[in-house]
C-alpha cells in the first residue's frame, strides 16, 4: 500500500460518517429506536480496506471511524471498541475465507473482485461480529445475552441488506 | 533499533489493538453513565469477594492479639459485677468533748474475718489506711470495747481483740473511779479479770466497769462489763474482779474504729516528759 491510497480511504471514511450519522441514525429511529435494531453501514470501510494496509493503521483509521460514528450517537468509545475490534478480528476471517490462490496484495477484498458468494460469507461475519461486539459492550454484561443477541440478528438482517445495496451500487478500484 | 522496528512490524497489531481497546474501553466507563455504573458495582462486587477471603485468611493471623483482647475485655466486665465491689462509703461521726471540741471521731467498720477461736484472738475489718485507721487505735461496738488496731492496710486493719493474751486495758470502777488493767486469763470468752483495784477500794457484785480515759485509745465512761465476782488473794494487797462482758465478742457484725483526734499531741507531749 502506498501514501496514495490513503487519500480516497479518508474520503470514504468521511462520507460513511456523515451517511451513519445523518442518514442511517434518523431511519433507524424513524423505524422504531435504535435500541431494538440498528442499520449499521460504517464497517464497510474496515471490510474494504485494501489488504496492503498495515495492520495498526487499519486498527488506527477504524479508532478514528468509530469515534467519529460515536459523536453522533452520543455513545462515547462504544462504536470506536467494535469497529477496533472488527479491524482486529479482519485478518483472521479473511484466512478463514482464503480462495484456494490465495489475494492478491494490491488487490481490495470487495464484490467485484471475489464474487458475491464469498463477499457475503466475509462481510456477513464481520457484520455480526462487529454487531456482536458492539451490542455486548453497549449492554456492558453478559446477564442480557439473549437481548444480545436479538439486537445482534435484527440488525445484522437489516444492516446486511444495506451492505450488500451499496456494493452494487459504488464501484471500488483496485489500487 | 532495528529490533524495536521488527518486533513492532511483527505484533504492531496486537499491541495496536489492546493499546486502542483500552483507550475505548476507559472512554466508554468515564463517559457512559450506564457502562459506569456497571463496571463499578461489578468491581465493587469483585474487589469485595476477594477482601473477605484475604481477611479470612489474615485473621488468624491476629487471632492470638484478639483474644487477648477478648480476655482484657471480659477481666474488665467481671470486675463490674455487684459481688466484687468494696463500698468505699465511710459515715465518720465525732462525739463532742466538754469544751465543744471534737477529740474522738469514729469510723465505722465491717468485720470480715475474725478469729475468736484461739487465746490469742483478732479480727479484720474492712476500713484502712484509706478510710483514716491508723495503728494503735481503739476498736469499740456499739456495747463495749473490742480491741486495738494492730495492723493496717490500704483498705483494712487487723484488730487485736481485748480476748488476747497481751492485751491489757485501761478500766475503772464506775462508782468510785478507782481503776487497774483489764486482761484476760484465756478461758471464757464473756468473761475478763480486773486487775490492781487495792483491797481498801468497796466492790459489789453487778458494779459497772467502764473505760478509764487514761488511755489516749478509748474515749471514757464507755461501758465494758459488770462486776460477777471478787476474790482478795492471800497475802495480796490487790482484789481480783471477775468481769462479764456485756457484748459477745464473738457474734459482732461491725464495730467503730476510734479516731483520737489529739493523740498526736499526747503522745509528743509523753516523748517529751522522756526525755
Same mark, same amino acid.
Given at each position: 500500500m502506498n501514501s496514495r491510497a490513503i487519500g480516497p480511504i479518508?474520503?470514504?471514511?468521511?462520507?460513511?460518517?456523515?451517511?451513519?450519522?445523518?442518514?442511517?441514525?434518523s431511519i433507524s429511529m424513524d423505524l422504531g429506536g435504535y435500541r431494538h435494531f440498528h442499520i449499521i453501514l460504517y464497517p464497510i470501510l474496515i471490510i474494504t480496506m485494501p489488504f496492503g494496509t498495515s495492520r495498526p493503521l487499519q486498527l488506527f483509521l477504524a479508532f478514528i471511524l468509530g469515534l467519529l460514528v460515536d459523536i453522533f450517537y452520543e455513545s462515547p468509545g462504544i462504536h470506536a471498541s467494535a469497529a477496533v475490534f472488527t479491524a482486529y478480528v479482519r485478518p483472521l476471517v479473511l484466512n478463514w475465507f482464503e480462495p484456494r490462490e490465495g489475494y492478491n496484495m494490491n488487490h481490495v477484498?470487495?464484490?467485484?473482485q471475489y464474487g458475491l458468494n464469498w463477499y457475503l460469507r466475509y462481510a456477513g461475519t464481520l457484520m455480526f461480529l462487529h454487531l456482536f461486539f458492539y451490542y455486548s459492550v453497549d449492554a456492558f454484561t453478559f446477564y442480557y445475552i439473549v437481548d444480545i443477541f436479538l439486537r445482534t440478528l435484527s440488525s445484522f438482517v437489516i444492516s446486511m441488506g444495506f451492505v450488500i445495496m451499496v456494493s452494487f451500487i459504488f464501484k471500488t478500484k483496485p489500487y | 533499533?532495528?529490533?524495536?522496528?521488527? =518486533?513492532?512490524?511483527?505484533?504492531?497489531?496486537?499491541?495496536?489493538?489492546?493499546?486502542?481497546?483500552?483507550?475505548? =474501553?476507559?472512554?466508554?466507563?468515564?463517559?457512559?453513565?450506564?457502562?459506569?455504573?456497571?463496571?463499578?458495582?461489578?468491581?465493587?462486587?469483585?474487589?469485595?469477594?476477594?477482601?473477605?477471603?484475604?481477611?479470612?485468611?489474615?485473621?488468624?493471623?491476629?487471632?492470638?492479639?484478639?483474644?487477648?483482647?477478648l480476655k482484657k475485655e471480659n477481666a474488665a466486665l467481671k470486675s463490674q459485677l455487684d459481688n466484687v465491689y468494696y463500698s468505699d462509703e465511710t459515715a465518720v461521726d465525732t462525739v463532742l468533748d466538754n469544751s465543744s471540741q471534737p477529740k474522738y471521731s469514729y469510723i465505722p467498720a465491717d468485720i470480715i474475718s475474725r478469729a475468736v477461736l484461739? /487465746? /490469742?484472738?483478732?479480727?479484720?475489718?474492712?476500713?484502712?489506711?484509706?478510710?483514716g485507721v491508723e495503728l494503735h487505735m481503739g476498736v469499740v461496738s456499739k456495747e463495749g470495747v473490742v480491741g486495738v488496731v494492730t495492723g493496717v492496710s490500704q483498705r483494712y486493719s487487723k484488730v487485736m481483740t481485748i480476748l488476747h493474751r497481751q492485751a491489757a486495758i485501761?478500766?475503772?470502777?464506775?462508782?468510785?473511779?478507782?481503776?487497774g488493767s483489764l486482761v484476760w486469763k484465756g478461758t471464757n470468752y464473756r468473761e475478763m479479770t480486773l486487775e490492781s483495784i487495792p483491797k481498801h477500794v468497796g466492790i459489789q457484785i453487778g458494779d459497772t466497769i467502764q473505760t478509764s480515759g487514761y488511755s489516749n485509745?478509748?474515749?471514757?465512761?464507755?461501758?465494758?462489763?459488770?462486776?460477777?465476782?471478787?476474790?482478795?488473794?492471800e497475802g495480796s494487797n490487790n482484789y481480783t474482779i471477775k468481769v462479764e462482758l456485756l457484748e459477745d465478742l464473738l457474734n459482732l457484725d461491725y464495730v467503730y474504729v476510734v479516731d483520737n483526734l489529739f493523740s498526736e499531741e499526747l503522745e509528743s507531749l509523753n516523748q517529751e516528759g522522756n526525755e
Open positions: 479518508l474520503l470514504r471514511l468521511v462520507i460513511l460518517v456523515l451517511a451513519q450519522g445523518l442518514i442511517l441514525k477484498p470487495t464484490r467485484e | 533499533m532495528s529490533n524495536f522496528l521488527q =518486533f513492532f512490524l511483527r505484533f504492531g497489531g496486537h499491541f495496536m489493538f489492546f493499546l486502542l481497546e483500552g483507550i475505548c =474501553f476507559f472512554i466508554i466507563i468515564r463517559y457512559n453513565d450506564y457502562q459506569n455504573r456497571i463496571f463499578f458495582s461489578s468491581s465493587n462486587t469483585i474487589v469485595g469477594y476477594m477482601n473477605d477471603r484475604v481477611e479470612g485468611v489474615t485473621s488468624y493471623f491476629t487471632l492470638k492479639r484478639d483474644i487477648k483482647a484461739g /487465746n /490469742n484472738n483478732s479480727i479484720v475489718i474492712d476500713r484502712g489506711a484509706k478510710h485501761s478500766a475503772s470502777i464506775r462508782r468510785n473511779g478507782y481503776f485509745k478509748f474515749p471514757p465512761d464507755l461501758m465494758i462489763g459488770t462486776v460477777k465476782s471478787f476474790t482478795l488473794g
